[in-house]
């Protein structure tokens, strides 16, 4: 199996599933969640394990173009200041 060319034989924390990613795939998924409700601290908790999981696997296969598009890709836009004060107000972005 070509690694550079078939994403689903990278194992990510040794989980196959969803292509060799779910798990990545889940923290993302969980990240986008919590900032659409106002937990941005625990979005960016999400964001940084999933960078951590890509991380990894880069250590183990250096220059993989699969592994290094995953770790460009950009995170959610969320501003410095607005988890400390949408979280302190109990606000979220619901209304």
């Known amino acids: 199996?070509?690694?550079?060319?078939?994403?689903?034989?990278?194992?990510?924390?040794g989980d196959r599933s969803a292509g060799g990613n779910g798990t990545s795939r889940l923290y993302e998924?969980?990240?986008?969640?919590?900032?659409?409700?106002?937990?941005?601290?625990?979005?960016r908790t999400f964001?940084?394990?999933?960078?951590?999981?890509?991380?990894?696997s880069e250590s183990k296969l250096p220059d993989n173009p699969y592994i290094r598009?995953?770790?460009e890709k950009p995170l959610l836009n969320l501003?410095?200041?607005?988890?400390n004060q949408n979280e302190s107000?109990?606000?979220s972005d619901w209304g």
Request: charged share 35%; glycine share 6%; hydrophobic share 30%.
């Open 1 to 13: 199996m070509n690694l550079e060319s078939d994403p689903r034989a990278l194992s990510v924390s």
């Open 29 to 43: 998924a969980l990240a986008r969640l919590d900032a659409r409700v106002g937990n941005y601290s625990e979005s």
């Open 47 to 56: 964001e940084t394990r999933r960078t951590e999981l890509w991380r990894k």
């Open 69 to 71: 598009r995953e770790l």
């Open 79 to 83: 501003s410095p200041n607005s988890a």
């Open 89 to 91: 107000e109990g606000g």
